[in-house]
């Protein structure tokens, strides 16, 4: 019986050690961009046949931008992030309208978010300073909040960073 307690009283003291554990596994998981099991949806996006993509890398993703640590407000700079040909472009009114802003790949640098901000990514450029961003295949809810569909955005997050890095950014993680 003592041999129980015992074991007990040392099974009690290991919970905030394995609690502390499992929170620093959850917030290096969830920095951590991952490598996407498929790009299909973004190539496709941009115009280009996800089986035979070009050898460069191209992507397409409906964004909602806010400077950075600023309050997500809805309609506040909702368009088009574009990836193509080594360049990153903002497109307010779809991908067929001018960019607000064009840069070199090689000159933006990004990471993602904790799970626990408003938006998924942030990025540095010359022409925006720090913004942060939600990007997504779907159209992105301004008014109401849908966590299945958030978790998609991490998905796709994963995937705006992965092509962004193969087209020259630095991508933090």
């Given at each position: 019986?003592d041999?129980?307690?015992?074991l007990?009283g040392?099974?009690?003291?290991l919970?905030?050690?394995?609690?502390a554990?499992?929170?620093?596994f959850?917030?290096?998981h969830t920095?951590?961009?991952?490598?996407?099991?498929?790009?299909?949806?973004?190539?496709?996006?941009?115009?280009?046949d996800?089986?035979a993509?070009?050898?460069?890398p191209?992507?397409?993703?409906?964004?909602?931008l806010?400077?950075?640590?600023?309050?997500?407000?809805?309609?506040q700079?909702?368009g088009?992030?574009?990836?193509?040909?080594?360049?990153?472009?903002?497109?307010?009114?779809?991908?067929?309208?001018?960019?607000?802003?064009?840069?070199?790949a090689?000159?933006?640098?990004a990471g993602?978010n904790?799970?626990?901000?408003?938006?998924?990514v942030?990025?540095?450029?010359?022409a925006?300073?720090r913004?942060?961003?939600?990007?997504?295949h779907e159209?992105?809810?301004?008014?109401?909040?849908n966590d299945?569909?958030?978790?998609?955005?991490?998905?796709?997050?994963?995937?705006?960073?992965?092509?962004l890095h193969?087209?020259g950014?630095?991508?933090?993680?």
């Open positions: 019986m041999a129980v307690i015992g007990v040392v099974l009690v003291g919970l905030p050690l394995a609690a554990g499992v929170a620093l959850l917030w290096l920095r951590r961009p991952r490598v996407p099991a498929s790009v299909g949806g973004a190539v496709a996006a941009a115009g280009y996800p089986a993509p070009p050898p460069v191209v992507g397409q993703w409906n964004a909602q806010s400077p950075g640590g600023a309050m997500v407000l809805p309609g700079q909702v088009v992030l574009r990836i193509e040909n080594g360049w990153l472009g903002f497109h307010p009114a779809g991908p067929q309208s001018p960019p607000t802003w064009l840069v070199p090689h000159q933006v640098r993602k904790s799970l626990l901000a408003r938006q998924e942030w990025l540095e450029t010359p925006t300073g913004v942060n961003a939600t990007v997504s159209h992105i809810n301004q008014w109401m909040g299945l569909k958030s978790l998609r955005e991490r998905r796709y997050a994963d995937e705006f960073l992965w092509v193969q087209a950014g630095a991508v933090a993680g």
